[in-house]
């Protein structure tokens, strides 16, 4: 099992910057991708930010040079800075493990997610 536990969301204004951090904790063996999801509202959840194992990132359109996803294997931790935040942004983020084997998920596991608000 693995255990995720998101923090650092909160209230800030537009433009303003957050970093979110995400602590795993279990049986990491094999974990392949972390990732940041959010949902807003009424709206679908999306992917935000993901990074591999190998160290390549992707990103969604709407983030993209704003939002930066990094990892510490050692700590068992990812992270997303957040920078020049717009109203567009405020969802609640979710921290996701995913291990996979030849293409098969077998693995998945997800954070309690945290609530991040921009005002403007």
């Known amino acids: 099992q693995v255990q995720l536990v998101e923090s650092g969301g909160g209230l800030v204004q537009a433009g303003g910057s957050l970093r979110l951090s995400c602590a795993a904790s279990?049986?990491?063996?094999?974990?392949?991708?972390m990732g940041w999801y959010r949902q807003a509202p009424g709206k679908q959840r999306e992917l935000v930010a993901a990074?591999?194992?190998?160290?390549?990132?992707n990103y969604a359109d709407s983030v993209k040079g704003r939002f930066t996803i990094s990892s510490d294997n050692a700590k068992n931790t990812a992270y997303l800075q957040m920078n020049s935040l717009k109203s567009e942004d405020t969802a609640v983020y979710y921290c996701n493990a995913r291990r996979l084997r030849i293409g098969v998920v077998t693995g998945d596991y997800w954070g309690q997610g945290t609530q991040v608000t921009v005002s403007s």
């Open positions: 990074i591999t194992n190998g160290g390549s990132t």
């Open positions: 279990g049986n990491m063996f094999s974990i392949n991708v």
